[in-house]
């Protein structure tokens, strides 16, 4: 599933200029093994991967996925030779990668089809840059407007119109574009080194 949320994030924002990768399609399997290290760590047990989710998303169990979470940086940090930067980086990529999982797997459960994550992804192409950072400052969580706004354009586009199903998408939303912002991150610092 890591493939199929990356590919949600890929033409979230309009790539800056960039001197080697342009689009995160571009990313090789091998650079994205790397990127995507802690989200392979956390897959590999189903008992850390739902703690970290659940942590990421309500603050559950911090403590305990705090724990889950270091031991899988240090597995990556082992493999690939991370420094802290690096750690820091993996950490927020692989948690929001597996986040974007975790909310897709909620939406199925809720009776969505594979033709609504296509259109979640559709809906996310057409958002404007300032409604997607806008789902990098938590307080989009209570601003009533906004929640509105983004309802409206997912029913638009012929999304389920439930109110759990609906939260779920922008939650899912909200995780596609911290996957999108800490990825083209990585691609900066580690592979166009700029």
Request: hydrophobic share 45%.
């Given at each position: ?7 949600a ?26 990127i ?73 459960a ?22 997607l ?16 706004r ?10 389920p ?34």
């Amino acid at each position: 599933m890591r493939a199929a949320a990356l590919a949600a994030a890929v033409s979230l924002w309009a790539s800056p200029a960039m001197a080697e990768i342009t689009r995160l399609d571009q990313i090789s399997e091998t650079q994205g093994a790397e990127i995507f290290c802690l989200h392979d760590e956390l897959l590999a047990e189903s008992e850390p991967y739902y703690l970290v989710v659940q942590a990421f998303l309500y603050g559950k169990d911090v403590d305990e996925a705090e724990a889950a979470t270091t031991k899988a940086v240090e597995a990556c940090a082992a493999t690939y030779k991370w420094d802290a930067a690096k750690r820091k980086l993996g950490r927020r990529a692989g948690e929001a990668s597996a986040t974007v999982n975790y909310l897709i797997e909620e939406l199925y459960a809720e009776g969505a089809k594979d033709e609504h994550i296509q259109t979640l992804e559709r809906m996310m192409r057409k958002l404007p840059v300032k409604d997607l950072n806008r789902f990098l400052d938590e307080g989009w969580l209570e601003d009533a407007e906004f929640i509105e706004r983004i309802n409206a354009r997912l029913v638009a586009e012929k999304f389920p119109g439930e109110d759990n199903t609906l939260e779920t998408a922008r939650l899912a939303i909200e995780a596609n574009v911290a996957l999108t912002e800490s990825t083209w991150e990585w691609v900066r610092a580690y592979i166009n080194k700029e």
